[in-house]
């Protein structure tokens, strides 16, 4: 059974920082790629960033561009999310995801995590 497990996430003040990290486990477990993913209290879950194993392509939501930064390591399974600048609207629950053999853009992802809360406080 694959698992994806965040952490990291918290309170922080507007123009505050948090680092968010994400581990994948299971038996036979490999993925092409992996992303975040966010949801807000009303609002539909949305795309964050995610990254390609391969060619270590990323991709970013055009709101978190020069923000946000998505980096990991394949043979460990674990991605991160690095957050700085962050704004009270970047405030929602924090996803980690993986695609087994699709690319980072391909939605929807394969395997999900539970989420991380993420506040931002103006």
Not at 53 to 69: E, L
Request: one cysteine or more; charged letters at 15%; glycine letters at 14%.
């Amino acid at each position: 059974q694959v698992q994806l497990v965040e952490s990291g996430g918290g309170l922080v003040q507007a123009g505050g920082s948090l680092r968010l990290s994400c581990a994948a486990s299971g038996r036979t477990f490999s993925s092409y790629a992996m992303g975040w993913f966010r949801q807000a209290p009303g609002k539909e879950r949305e795309f964050v960033a995610g990254i390609n194993w391969s060619g270590g392509s990323t991709y970013y939501a055009n709101s978190v561009k020069g923000r946000f930064t998505i980096s990991g390591d394949n043979a460990k399974n674990t991605v991160y999310l690095q957050m700085n600048s962050l704004k009270p609207e970047d405030t929602a629950v924090y996803h980690c995801a993986a695609n087994r053999y699709r690319g980072a853009t391909m939605v929807p992802y394969d395997y999900w995590g539970q989420g991380t809360q993420v506040t931002v406080s103006s």
